[in-house]
């Protein structure tokens, strides 16, 4: 586990951008029952996160199509709810950063770790996008 005062602006840069937090299993299966589209960011305090994985997303976010719901759990930090999502991101294993995409209940778009390293916040952003032109009303 990782201090709260070294998580905290990294859990505030995604709730001041609109996320939710899900600090237990309950809040993830309740997040991911809603109709529509929900994305799950996996939180971390790796450089990647705060480089272009955080960035990213939040840009992502600048366009009409977005997903209905938007939610976080913290890797190493919020232990329960990030099992939970993890759970429900299968068959992919568990990463960190990572974003998923759930339309009513069901995954449909996933970015792994190695979908993030090396890559803009840009980059992340167009990827998501274009996964909410899809999936998004």
Not at 34 to 47: A, F, I, P, R, Y
Not at 56 to 77: E, M
Request: charged share 20%; with cysteine; glycine share 6%.
């Amino acid at each position: 586990m990782y201090p709260e005062e070294l998580v905290k602006p990294m859990r505030q840069e995604l709730t001041d951008a609109g996320f939710i937090e899900l600090q237990t299993s309950q809040d993830v299966e309740n997040a991911l029952k809603k109709e529509g589209t929900t994305l799950v960011v996996v939180n971390s305090v790796c450089g990647c996160a705060a480089g272009t994985a955080r960035p990213g997303v939040i840009a992502s976010l600048q366009l009409d199509k977005t997903p209905n719901n938007l939610t976080t759990v913290f890797a190493g930090v919020d232990v329960e709810s990030t099992a939970k999502a993890r759970e429900m991101m299968i068959p992919f294993p568990p990463s960190s950063p990572s974003v998923a995409l759930f339309k009513d209940g069901q995954l449909v778009h996933m970015l792994e770790r190695h979908h993030i390293e090396g890559r803009s916040a840009e980059m992340i952003a167009a990827n998501l996008t274009g996964a909410y032109e899809e999936f998004c009303w």
